[in-house]
């Protein structure tokens, strides 16, 4: 009998450890899936800004080639639509790929409060 009870206690500790451990690593890729996506949100702020330079730099290049400020004004106006609705998007397809259950967890829900967010985690130094 002693060494049924102590099969059934080595037993019950190998599915134990088993339980914990799997709860460890569920821990460890729940941190690591955030950080990535905290480095993504950096990555698409800082790809924003630079969108905001290539509009800049396109403004000098229709000034040098000398059109008019209607013509101007018609290209900078369809780059700034293009420009909202892809932030619009990028947001809806970041939130709509995070998995289900951790939905409820982000900070954010549109590119106004993903820029307050990812400039909370830089000053954090999360990043």
Not at 12 to 33: E, H, M, T, Y
Not at 36 to 63: A, G, P
Request: charged fraction near 25%; include cysteine.
């Amino acid at each position: 009998m002693t060494y049924l009870s102590w099969a059934l206690f080595f037993l019950a500790g190998i599915l134990f450890s088993k339980i914990v451990s799997g709860f460890i690593d569920l821990g460890l890729v729940l941190v690591f899936a955030r950080k990535i996506s905290d480095r993504i949100l950096v990555s698409l702020l800082m790809l924003t800004e630079e969108l905001v330079y290539l509009r800049e730099l396109k403004i000098q290049v229709l000034k040098e080639k000398g059109c008019t400020d209607e013509q101007i004004e018609f290209q900078l106006s369809l780059f700034d639509k293009w420009f909202t609705h892809w932030k619009e998007a990028v947001i809806i397809n970041f939130i709509a790929a995070y998995p289900e259950p951790y939905k409820k967890d982000l900070q954010f829900h549109d590119w106004a409060s993903m820029t307050k967010y990812v400039e909370k985690i830089i000053k954090e130094k999360r990043i």
